[in-house]
């Protein structure tokens, strides 16, 4: 008969052979920023559409988003609420188009819809305009990606998880030397010229390497606590998003 000596020392081969039997985990998809920019970018749009929530602390400004974005190849609808100006806000982008439903103290002729623009001329879009197109571009996956694919250098990358879903994990530094004037939510594009080093992002992937989470840490850049957080869920999930009606837009 075995001794309780010998089966623990069984047992602990038992487990060694068993572990040197396994194959390692698969390495994560991607090593280059560019081929990581492409392979989700086609994913997203495979997708089709996605529910999202973004949260927004650079320097003073501090805001929450959600809303639902149906992704393509003639660009991203997405219909959201923000808290951006301090009160809630809906903003809809439809057809290359960005809509803001204004407040009701602030209607012009009493429609409840303004077209935003980042160079509009109209009062609106003139105080509002660069920061709620920035915002609307934030929550598109495919604004990120097209900054990683442009001036981005993939630094470390892990198979882990998020809130329970099996997820790559991709740490990316992004050159503002190399982004121009296509800067994130927070950065005036006038700035360009004033800024200068690194910042980092993180992206985290589903299987099919759709985005889960993009985090943006602008912190180096503005000296100051500063970062976006975009999350994203329900990839597939019907939508609805409609511009609004052209009888309400002011």
């Known amino acids: ?33 560019r081929q990581l920019a492409d392979a989700v970018t086609a994913a997203t749009r495979s997708g089709g559409s996605a529910k999202f929530a973004t949260d927004v602390a650079v320097g003073q400004v501090r805001s929450k988003s959600q809303g639902q974005a149906r992704f393509g190849p003639d660009g991203t609808a997405q219909v959201m609420t923000t808290d951006f100006i301090g009160e809630p806000m809906e903003l809809r982008e439809v057809a290359g188009k960005l809509y803001a439903k204004v407040p009701e103290g602030s209607r012009d002729e009493g429609k409840p819809w303004v077209s935003v ?26 604004h990120s990606l097209s900054e990683i694919r442009a001036a981005g250098t993939i630094v470390s990358a892990e198979r882990t998880e998020l809130a329970g879903v099996r997820a790559e994990h991709y740490r ?15 950065l005036p594009p006038d700035s360009a010229d004033k800024l200068s080093g690194k910042f980092p992002v993180q992206v985290w992937l589903d299987d099919a390497h759709r985005p889960l989470q993009i985090v943006l840490d602008l912190s180096p850049v503005l000296r100051g606590e500063a970062s976006i957080t975009t999350r994203y869920s329900e990839w597939g999930a019907p939508v609805e998003i409609q511009a609004p009606p052209p009888g309400e837009v002011g």
């Open 1 to 33: 008969m075995f001794s309780l000596a010998m089966r623990k020392a069984a047992v602990v081969l038992l487990v060694l052979l068993l572990a040197a039997c396994s194959d390692p985990p698969p390495p994560p998809s991607f090593a280059d920023a």
């Open 117 to 142: 623009a980042a160079d509009g001329s109209d009062p609106f879009s003139q105080v509002l305009g660069t920061s709620l197109t920035q915002l609307a571009a934030q929550n598109d996956p495919a």
């Open 172 to 186: 990316i530094d992004l050159d503002l030397a190399r982004l121009g004037t296509d800067l994130p939510a927070g």
